[in-house]
């Protein structure tokens, strides 16, 4: 399955390079939530809200309202989550708030899971050179994404791994790290990160893997 990525910065549509670099800009919303219709599902994150500068929630959820999304982005506390369902979001995705002083924060996995039930929850696996990082990318710890999704795996019901490494930057994403970690879980397991062509969406497909794609879209190089 290719689901489409949406992330908000600014009141605006925006494309990062590794989470940083700004390399795309649209204004106009609603071009893109037509075009995004079609889909199953459609990724919303609030990176404001990752990067602890402000949110995006009128947004999120005129764009929830029109959409099947899951959201995330600054979603770290059940009371955070359930604000995301009440704007319409069908998932939710926690990512820095499953780790806490450089642990796995399992006790929280949990009580999400008792309080969200795990199949309203996606849980971020973002990792920079292997390892796990967190606050919107920008600290970086020392869990390995595959400790993280055999630990947290009875807690979700899917996990999202992002190869920060490649992200925005259209060189493909690597695929014998999915393939590994995909043989970790059983949960629905989605790749992020350089996906550049429908090719490399089917390939991931072939694994069991279902493909986050923003950059190649915005740039006409996927369709959408």
């Not at 947004?59 to 770290?76: K, N």
């Not at 998932?91 to 796995?104: D, T």
């Not at 996995?109 to 920079?128: N, S």
């Not at 606050?135 to 869990?143: D, F, N, P, V, Y």
Request: net charge neutral.
């Amino acid at each position: 399955m290719l689901i489409p990525s949406i992330d908000l910065m600014g009141g605006k549509i925006v494309q990062l390079v590794q989470g940083s670099r700004k390399a795309l800009e649209f204004e106009d919303l609603q071009e893109w939530v037509d075009r995004f219709a079609k889909y199953p599902l459609v990724q919303v994150i609030d990176l404001d809200a990752a990067m602890g500068r402000g949110n995006n929630h009128a947004l999120v959820g005129e764009l929830a309202r029109q959409l099947p999304c899951q959201v995330g982005g600054g979603i770290r506390t059940v009371v955070a989550a359930r604000s995301a369902f009440e704007l319409g979001a069908r998932r939710v995705i926690f990512g820095s708030s499953l780790i806490n002083e450089g642990a796995i924060n399992l006790a929280f996995a949990r009580d999400v899971a008792a309080q969200l039930g795990p199949e309203r929850v996606v849980f971020a696996v973002d990792c920079r050179g292997g390892h796990v990082s967190i606050k919107g990318w920008q600290e970086t710890t020392s869990i390995r994404a595959i400790e993280m999704i055999q630990t947290l795996d009875p807690y979700c019901g899917a996990f999202l791994y992002t190869n920060i490494d490649t992200e925005g930057m259209l060189k493909g994403i690597p695929f014998e790290v999915v393939r590994e970690l995909r043989g970790a879980t059983k949960r629905q397991f989605i790749a992020a990160g350089g996906i550049r062509n429908e090719e490399e969406v089917a390939a991931l497909h072939a694994m069991g893997v279902d493909a986050v794609v923003g950059m190649a879209i915005y740039k006409g190089l996927m369709p959408a």
